[in-house]
């Protein structure tokens, strides 16, 4: 398959095409390459959330568990990523616009503090893009020292995230034992 890079307004007419109509890119004052990746990371977004509208159209059907996940390889043909290492790119992409998705939420704005929660995920999130970049480049061949010094480096950051999430087990069982249940309980 031969990548097809589509126009600024090929690009609204799909986020038309999947209800989304008014957002704001950036057209009228910022770099048309900026504007571009705005477009494409909204359709990106439009189409993930009508997978989950179909994935859970799917599950009020009946289909199980397995035949659900055993859908997930559809991506990588989708993306045209079928052989070799663009898998893992795929997929590092993927962890990347997750990481990137948690820190604009996270520290939110409207919070007295930061969500240790989603500080956790955001490291996992950044780990896994790690690990991934580290298996492609083992996959390709490229400077395997370094990959494991990567490796190694991710490992010390996991378990200190693993003490995190245990300190918020503690917190949560705290919580839990002096009757709070969390952020809407008004005690």
């Known amino acids: 398959m031969e990548s097809v890079e589509l126009s600024t307004e090929q690009m609204l007419g799909l986020l038309a095409t999947f209800g989304v109509a008014g957002a ?16 494409a990371r909204a359709v990106l977004g439009a189409a993930e959330a009508h997978a989950l509208y179909a994935e859970q159209g799917a599950i009020e059907a009946g289909l199980s568990r397995e035949q659900i996940t055993a859908t997930a390889a559809a991506v990588f043909a989708g993306a045209d990523a079928t052989e070799g290492a663009d898998p893992l790119v795929l997929l590092q992409a993927r962890a990347m616009s ?79 034992r002096a009757g709070r249940g969390g952020p809407g309980d008004k005690n």
């Open 98 to 176: 997750l990481h990137a998705g948690i820190e604009q939420m996270e520290p939110d704005p409207r919070a007295p503090a930061g969500d240790p929660i989603l500080a956790v995920a955001g490291t996992v999130a950044a780990a896994l893009y790690t690990l991934i970049g580290t298996r492609y480049q083992l996959a390709v061949g490229e400077n395997p020292t370094e990959a494991v010094e990567k490796l190694a480096a991710v490992g010390q950051v996991l378990e200190q995230t693993t003490g995190r999430i245990n300190e918020l087990f503690g917190l949560a069982g705290m919580a839990g």
């Open 24 to 39: 704001d890119v950036g057209q009228d004052r910022d770099p048309q390459a900026l504007v571009r990746l705005r477009l």
